[in-house]
């Protein structure tokens, strides 16, 4: 029997559309799969070691410009150029200048194992979202504004990627509290507040056993604060890990600078002296520092 296929205009077997782009399925067999990624413009993504001994994943740049750091040299990946991976034994971290389109040929089926784990979160996060209608896409701002201030900061690539998934995901947690104390219009009860103060703990449970594990206690401790007074755990100070103040002053801007049924937003000024003010108390002042940076070169302050 010949197992013999024709594709049409790259539509593939099966696609999955992700925050970053799209990941289409073109082939697959032998445990070998073939598929086109498409990366947006100024993103960080990251190629994994596998549990797997032996895998090789391959990618020829069929359309764009990735830059990657090697031996601490950066270096230009461009259109016609490919780079491959075999066996890897510690994370790579690449990103995009431009929007790029690269083929993808893994000797592992990779595809239902990105796909699905990542699909699954979007999905949980948009249906976080979808419980309250005012704080449609606060997640993506909150990625946003996480990874200006990671990059003010001169994190790793490796870093960035974390907090850039963790910011997507610091309220995955939330599909676990009812829907009528997330839509409540007026303050919460104590007992309710004790409920929303489970999120992040439900947050690090789901992400923990996937592959975005590493960025679980990110996740976990968002909610934490320098002196204390967060949650869950009532963590101080260095206790906090980085990750986790930062996506804190991101969350925290973004919620103040959102309007809701019960209170109009601030304007930018007001939400980061509302920041500064706190900063060494509450907030890690580096991190507001950045924050306050990023808002005055893009002039939103």
Avoid: C
């Amino acid at each position: 029997m010949i197992h013999f296929f024709i594709g049409h205009n790259l539509n593939g077997m099966e696609k999955v559309t992700q925050d970053s782009g799209e990941l289409t399925l073109l082939a697959k067999g032998g445990g070998t799969e073939v598929m086109v990624q498409k990366i947006h413009p100024d993103r960080i993504f990251s190629i994994y070691p596998s549990e797997h001994s032996g895998v090789m994943e391959f990618f020829f740049v069929v359309d764009g410009s990735i830059t990657t750091e090697v031996n601490g040299e950066l270096k230009h990946i461009e259109k016609g150029n490919y780079f491959y991976v075999y066996d890897l034994q510690e994370v790579v971290t690449l990103k995009t200048q431009t929007e790029a389109t690269l083929l993808y040929i893994s000797s592992f089926p990779m595809f239902y194992l990105l796909s699905n784990q990542i699909r699954e979160m979007t999905r949980i996060v948009e249906q976080v979202e979808a419980k309250d209608y005012y704080t449609h896409n606060h997640s993506s701002r909150v990625q946003i504004y996480s990874i200006k201030i990671a990059e003010k900061l001169h994190l790793s690539p490796e870093k960035i990627d974390d907090i850039a998934w963790a910011g997507i995901l610091h309220d995955i947690g939330k599909i676990a509290i009812p829907d009528e104390i997330l839509k409540k219009p007026g303050s919460l009860s104590p007992e309710e507040f004790d409920l929303i103060k489970t999120h992040p703990m439900e947050g690090k449970r789901m992400i923990d056993g996937t592959l975005l594990e590493p960025l679980s206690e990110i996740i976990a401790q968002h909610h934490e604060r320098l002196d204390g007074s967060g949650y869950p755990r009532g963590l101080k100070a260095d206790k906090i890990i980085l990750g986790a103040r930062i996506i804190a002053v991101a969350d925290a801007f973004d919620a103040m600078t959102t309007d809701r049924p019960y209170k109009k937003g601030m304007d930018h000024d007001a939400a980061i002296r509302e920041l500064k003010s706190l900063a060494g108390i509450q907030f890690d002042p580096k991190v507001v520092a950045a924050l306050d940076e990023v808002l005055k070169e893009e002039k939103e302050l």
